[in-house]
C-alpha cells in the first residue's frame, strides 16, 4: 500500500499569510494525488486534481504542484474561510490512500 | 445539480449488519465508478471500497475485505453497501462519493454522510 504523510499536522497561521503544506508518498504518483479541504461537521471538497489543477470555482489563491513522491499545497493569502483541516490522496493505485491531515488553525 | 444522499446509517450491536444506500441524481449514474469513503469520529478520511460503471469490478480495503459489499443498481441511480460482522471499529460516518472521471479518480463529488455507531 502507498504511504501518504502530510507534515505538518498542525499549522497555526494569520489571515493574509501565505501558507504550504507538504504531502509525501512512499511511491511514485506521478501526477495522481488530489487535494480536499474539510471543516469540522463539513463534507469534505475536492480542491485540486493531479496534482495542479484547480477545480472550477476555488479561489485562484490556492495552488498545487509536485510529482513523484512531493506534492505542496500552497494558499497564498490566507482567508478566514480557509482555516479548515487539509487531506491529500493518492489515487495511482488501490487502496487508495490519503495522508493524515493538516490542520490549519488561526 | 449532483446530489448524492445516503441512509441506512444508524446503531447496530458488534456482529451485526447494516446496508447503506446511495441515491445519485443530476449525473448519469452509470457513466462514473463508484466509491465509498469513511471517517471514525475526530479521525481521518479512510477509502473502503469502489465499484466500477457496470457493477462487474469492485474493490476493497483490507480492513472490510471479507465483510462488506459494494453494489450497484444502474437502472434506479442507487449505490449499496452490505456491512456484515461490524464490529466497534467500524464506526464511523460513511460517504458515497463519485469520481471526476474515469480519468480523474479523485472524489468530486461527495453525499452529506451517513452515521454507522457499532455497539451494544
Known amino acids: 500500500d502507498i504511504q501518504m504523510t502530510q507534515s505538518p499536522s498542525t499549522l497555526s497561521a494569520s489571515v493574509g499569510d501565505r501558507v504550504s503544506f507538504t504531502c509525501r508518498a512512499s511511491?511514485?504518483?506521478?501526477?495522481?494525488l488530489a487535494w480536499y479541504q474539510q471543516k469540522p461537521g463539513k463534507v469534505p471538497k475536492l480542491l485540486m486534481f493531479?496534482?495542479?489543477n484547480l477545480i472550477s470555482g476555488v479561489p485562484s489563491r490556492f495552488s498545487g504542484s509536485g510529482s513523484g513522491t512531493e506534492f505542496t499545497l500552497t494558499i497564498s493569502s490566507l482567508q478566514p474561510d480557509d482555516f479548515a483541516t487539509y487531506y491529500c490522496?493518492?489515487?495511482?493505485?488501490?487502496?487508495?490512500?490519503f495522508g493524515q491531515g493538516t490542520k490549519l488553525e488561526i | 445539480e449532483v446530489q448524492l444522499v445516503e441512509s441506512g446509517g444508524g446503531l447496530v450491536q458488534p456482529g451485526g449488519s447494516l446496508r447503506l444506500s446511495c441515491a445519485g441524481s443530476?449525473?448519469?449514474?452509470?457513466?462514473?465508478?463508484m466509491h465509498w469513503v469513511r471517517q471514525a469520529p475526530g479521525k481521518g478520511l479512510e477509502w473502503v471500497s469502489s465499484?466500477?460503471?457496470?457493477?462487474?469490478?469492485?474493490r476493497y480495503a483490507d480492513s472490510v475485505k471479507g465483510r462488506f459489499t459494494i453494489s450497484r443498481d444502474n437502472a434506479n441511480n442507487t449505490l449499496y453497501f452490505q456491512m456484515n460482522s461490524l464490529t466497534a471499529e467500524d464506526t464511523a460516518v460513511y460517504y458515497c462519493?463519485?469520481?471526476?472521471?474515469?480519468?480523474?479518480?479523485?472524489?468530486?463529488?461527495w453525499g452529506q454522510g451517513t452515521l454507522v455507531t457499532v455497539s451494544s
Open positions: 511511491e511514485s504518483l506521478t501526477t495522481l
Open positions: 443530476g449525473f448519469t449514474f452509470s457513466d462514473y465508478w
Open positions: 493531479d496534482a495542479s
Open positions: 465499484i466500477n460503471l457496470e457493477g462487474s469490478a469492485t
Open positions: 490522496q493518492q489515487y495511482v493505485s488501490y487502496p487508495y490512500t
Open positions: 462519493a463519485r469520481v471526476r472521471s474515469t480519468f480523474h479518480e479523485c472524489f468530486e463529488k
